[in-house]
T-cell receptor, first 116, second 110 residues
Framework: DADVTQTPRNRITKTGKRIMLECSQT?????MYWYRQDPGLGLRLIYY???????NKGEISDGYSVSRQAQAKFSLSLESAIPNQTALYFC???????????????FGEGSRLTVL | EDQVTQSPEALRLQEGESSSLNCSYT??????LFWYRQDPGKGPEFLFT???AGEEKEKERLKATLTKKESFLHITAPKPEDSATYLC???????????FGTGTRLKVLA
């Protein structure tokens, strides 16, 4: 099984609908992130969380909300989806204490969202 | 403002034709520079972390190098299975953020 699991992997919805993307991890990491990837724009940070009680906005948080239900679970919601939220969404995790090992992000397989 | 620029946007190579990908960065106090490989429809997969100028890391046909302004990912005698998008990211000391470049799409032809 994957260390970082995202559901659903693909979703098509209509403008105005509420959508939730879910992420769970088995790596035991405290830090979790939601990124959005668009062609030509790279990966952009939506929200990040350092633990269950610590949630922070990233560079493009407008139109999104998140919930950290447990250390292992971090969900992204679109309260009222719009077409320009069509994108590939990634959940990622990292260690809280970066001891100079590698410090990398561990990504899920992605959730492709299409808003019509 | 922290910034990462990757070039070229796309690269086509013949199998065995070595080349380099570039990642230019601007960051105040580099904590680490990261290289990832991303296959279509998949999440990025970690390759290397570089911490300071002069550092080099190798993995199979890939070698990453770092200067104070840029990093190179050298691909020696590439094979078709090396075809992917290669992403570069930086992190500044004291921050949570990883700043990503837009990637280089590499296609290796048999």
């Amino acid at each position: 099984d994957a260390d970082v699991t995202q559901t659903p992997r693909n979703r098509i919805t209509k403008t105005g609908k509420r959508i939730m993307l879910e992420c769970s991890q088995t790596k035991g990491h405290d830090r979790m992130y939601w990124y959005r990837q668009d062609p030509g724009l790279g990966l952009r940070l939506i929200y990040y969380s350092f633990d269950v009680k610590d949630i922070n906005k990233g560079e493009i948080s407008d139109g999104y909300s998140v919930s950290r239900q447990a250390q292992a679970k971090f969900s992204l919601s679109l309260e009222s989806a719009i077409p320009n939220q069509t994108a590939l969404y990634f959940c990622a995790t990292s260690d809280l204490y970066w001891t100079g090992d590698t410090g990398e992000l561990f990504f899920g397989e992605g959730s492709r969202l299409t808003v019509l | 403002e922290d910034q990462v620029t990757q070039s070229p946007e796309a690269l086509r190579l013949q199998e065995g034709e070595s080349s380099s990908l570039n990642c230019s960065y601007t960051v105040s106090g580099l904590r680490g520079l990261f290289w990832y490989r991303q296959d279509p429809g998949k999440g990025p997969e970690f390759l290397f972390t570089l911490y300071s100028a002069g550092e080099e890391k190798e993995k199979e046909r890939l070698k990453a190098t770092l200067t104070k302004k840029e990093s190179f990912l050298h691909i020696t005698a590439p094979k078709p299975e090396d075809s992917a998008t290669y992403l570069c990211a930086v992190q500044r000391h004291g921050t949570y953020k990883y700043i990503f470049g837009t990637g280089t799409r590499l296609k290796v032809l048999a």
